[in-house]
């Protein structure tokens, strides 16, 4: 599986940006989805995953009640909507996909397939 991110950009503190993520294969409706970041000098963290249905989404708590992850199957697409951006929230964003099972949702060792990343900038 081939994944694609793209939407990132510079906002202001408290502003929005939408992520998205396109897949190259028919089988992503198949792959749980997540959505990963890194920030200058820190690991990578687990941001927020949804399973392969859509049926149930998982947050890290400092996103909890900002962020949400959707997908369309359909459009072999998923997306991250983020909210009121923090000065903490800039890293670079990646998305990534795993097979529903046999591996944890929310470490990055878990995930078989990675974008490219897109960086996301929200000043203080």
């Known amino acids: 599986v081939q994944l694609q991110a793209c939407g990132g950009g510079l906002v202001q503190a408290g502003g929005s940006l939408r992520l998205s993520c396109a897949a190259s294969?028919?089988?992503?409706?198949?792959?749980?989805m997540g959505w990963f970041r890194q920030a200058p000098g820190k690991e990578r963290e687990f941001v927020a995953a949804i399973t392969w249905t859509g049926g149930s989404t998982y947050y890290a708590d400092f996103v909890k009640g900002r962020f949400t992850i959707s997908r369309d199957n359909a459009k072999n697409t998923v997306s991250l909507q983020m909210n009121s951006l923090k000065a903490d929230d800039t890293a670079v964003y990646y998305c990534a996909a795993k097979p529903p099972y046999g591996s944890s949702s929310f470490t990055a060792s878990g995930y078989d397939y990675w974008g490219q990343g897109t960086l996301v900038t929200s000043p203080a």
């Open positions: 294969e028919r089988t992503f409706s198949m792959y749980t």
